[in-house]
């Protein structure tokens, strides 16, 4: 899988907590996503970074947060967790070197909000 | 704003048949195209990918037709199995930056044996 580790892989919490996902990859690549999954939408961008404290908002980026102090990891954080954010959440990497290059992603971790 | 649109979003074939999904883009800034497949509890990988200036792509029993001039694109998947079923994304990437790859919505792919 590319060098990625999401964690957790689940977690179930309660409306209002604080939830931190993370992902580490190996692959010392630039570019690093979040993504969340839900059926009939497809993959939504979150956040994204482009290098080391450098982050970005993605198409659904309110009601999270996120940080990159090292390469390897990125940080996805829900301040305080609402039912609608119970999703599948990816995590990706890209060198994007050139023109076009893959995205790489991760396992997901499954998240309910009860 | 969806700038790809795929459709259908199920679709169930027999084994050996010749599953299509199609997908329609807006952005005429999109210059690569490319199709992830994802299993379930997986995350999506790349499958094959397309440039503009081709009309048609294979990569074993994978194809990809590519329409510039309707801004439309197809896989198509021979001699389908039931190792195939998966749900599929196609997207278009501008390249412009971090950000430039969107995604259509998916197929769910069943390969009935």
């Known amino acids: 899988d590319a060098g990625i580790t999401q964690s957790p892989r689940h977690k179930v919490t309660e409306t209002g907590t604080p939830v931190t996902l993370r992902c580490h990859q190996t692959?010392?690549?630039?570019?690093m996503y979040w993504y969340r999954q839900d059926p009939g939408h497809g993959l939504r961008l979150i956040h994204y970074s482009y290098g080391v404290k450098d982050t970005d908002k993605g198409e659904v980026s309110d009601g999270y947060s996120v940080s990159r102090s090292k390469t390897e990891d990125f940080l996805l954080t829900l301040e305080s967790a609402t039912s609608s954010q119970t999703s599948v959440y990816f995590c990706?990497?890209?060198?994007?070197?050139?023109?076009?290059?893959?995205?790489?992603f991760g396992n997901g971790t499954r998240l309910t909000v009860t | 704003q969806q700038q790809v649109k795929q459709s259908p979003q199920s679709l169930i074939v027999q084994k050996g048949g010749i599953p299509i999904i199609n997908c329609a883009y807006e952005?005429?800034?999109?210059?690569?195209f490319p199709w992830y497949q994802q299993f379930p509890g997986k995350g999506p990988a790349l499958l094959i990918a397309?440039?503009?200036?081709?009309s048609e792509k294979k990569e074993g029993r994978f194809t990809i037709s590519f329409n510039k001039s309707a801004k439309q694109f197809s896989l198509h998947i021979m001699d389908s199995q039931p190792g195939d079923s998966a749900t599929y994304f196609c997207?278009?990437?501008?390249?412009?930056?971090?950000?430039?790859?969107?995604f259509g919505k998916g197929t769910h792919l069943i390969i009935q044996p």
């Open positions: 990706a990497i890209s060198s994007r070197t050139g023109n076009n290059s893959p995205l790489h």
């Open positions: 952005n005429t800034a999109f210059d690569y």
């Open positions: 397309i440039r503009p200036d081709v």
């Open positions: 997207g278009g990437d501008s390249g412009g930056g971090a950000d430039g790859l969107t």
């Open positions: 692959e010392n690549h630039r570019y």
